[in-house]
């Protein structure tokens, strides 16, 4: 028995069913059918319609942010974040390489050049020292901005992630963003559920963002979400992912170029539903991730469990191998079983679109990226048994 078969046992295992297990496949098991059905019938399925503020409404509550926009999807929350954050065409934003390619995306779409540090072995998120570093050793500040001294671009914001819902080191992040004087965004697509300390992901920085793609803990279809205490802000927020419309009853007058990033109605009919449960799926992947801890553990893999001082949505369950070679055994034996396993995701500054990009050392998005593999940790119902 290779290792590799090892992991299929576990995983076989742990889960349970001898079918296909899919990495994270949504459940609709509440209100879904309903809420839908009654945007049906009342025709409101796209821009107007109650859900919207319901949904958002219900993210306030979950998270403990003050304001809560909800967005099209998670790339459009981070472009509209980025924007809100004052970032500029031209400007250099601070994120990690260990991230899926929305993040960097969202940076380009702001116009913005994305420069890439090192992620913590403990959190995969990115590491509040790498980040200081790459400032201390690269930048300057000249008169009320920080310019990176190689491009002379200015270092208008910094975008961490938490990695697989691991909350990153956000407080030390944030000091470091604090003493440079740069905007704090967080990427917390990943993130509904995970709280470090008192605080969940993406309300420590000045905006941080959610996604509801198909695959996430809770999905609207696809979807996304802005928070920020702010209310400057969340008012500006709403007016430009609005179309920037004046509000009248008829007439069709807009004060800025704006964006059509709303939320359809229909989405957030869905989302009203997934929220509902949101307690419930937490609930199940933490005993799930427990299982699997148990499990690897006493086969001497390692498994990723949430930082010190978190704790942590498990939204996907992930190990780490000896070497690229046997991840990649792992991957070939697992899939051809029909249990979807997963590599994380080819670190940003190796894509083509921002080989360019600066960056810092990177030998432990490296060393993740080659050993990393994300086993199946979606709910479980009697459809997946
Ligand atoms: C899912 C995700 C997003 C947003 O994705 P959308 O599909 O646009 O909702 C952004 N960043 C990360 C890290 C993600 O995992």
């Known amino acids: 028995m290779t290792r590799a078969h090892d992991i299929l046992r576990i995983v076989r295992h742990v889960y349970g069913g001898n079918g296909p297990l899919p990495l994270h496949a949504p459940v609709f098991a509440g209100n879904e059918r309903a809420y839908v059905e009654s945007t049906i019938e009342s025709t409101f399925v796209s821009s107007v319609g109650e859900y919207v503020d319901q949904f958002e409404r219900m993210l306030v509550a979950l998270t403990g942010a003050q304001h809560v926009i909800a967005t099209t999807n998670g790339t459009t929350a981070l472009h509209m974040a980025l924007l809100l954050a004052d970032v500029e065409p031209g400007d250099l934003v601070i994120t990690q390489s260990l991230s899926f390619v929305a993040t960097a995306n969202a940076i380009a779409h702001a116009s913005a050049v994305p420069a890439f540090v090192d992620v913590d072995l403990a959190t995969l998120g990115m590491s509040p020292d790498a980040l200081r570093a790459f400032l201390e050793r690269e930048c300057e500040r000249t008169n009320g901005s920080v310019r990176h001294r190689a491009s002379g671009r200015r270092v208008a914001a910094c975008v961490p992630m938490h990695s697989f819902g691991f909350p990153c080191r956000i407080d030390e992040i944030a000091e470091v963003c604090e003493a440079w004087r740069i905007a704090l965004v967080e990427d917390a697509a990943e993130a509904l559920g995970s709280w470090r300390g008192t605080r969940h992901c993406g309300t420590t920085g000045r905006l941080g963002t959610l996604s509801f793609n198909g695959n996430k ?169």
């Open 217 to 385: 803990v809770c999905t609207t279809g696809g979807g996304g979400a802005i928070m920020t205490n702010d209310p400057a802000i969340a008012k500006r927020a709403k007016h430009l992912t609005t179309t920037a419309k004046v509000p009248h009853r008829w007439r069709f007058e807009h004060d800025a170029i704006g964006y059509n990033f709303r939320l359809p109605n229909l989405n957030a009919a869905l989302g009203c539903a997934q929220l509902e449960q949101l307690d419930d799926f937490l609930r199940f992947k933490r005993a799930l991730a427990q299982r699997y801890r148990a499990a690897f553990t006493a086969s001497d893999i390692p498994f990723v469990a949430e930082p010190e001082g978190t704790r942590a949505n498990y939204w996907l369950c992930a190990i780490l191998l000896r070497n690229e070679a046997e991840r990649d055994a792992c991957l070939e034996v697992t899939n051809n079983a029909g249990v979807m396993t997963r590599p994380a995701w080819e670190p940003l500054h190796t894509l083509p679109m921002f080989a360019q990009s600066p960056r810092g050392p990177l030998d432990v998005t490296a060393h993740v990226s080659a050993r990393l593999v994300n086993i199946p940790s979606g709910v479980r119902t009697e459809a997946t048994t």
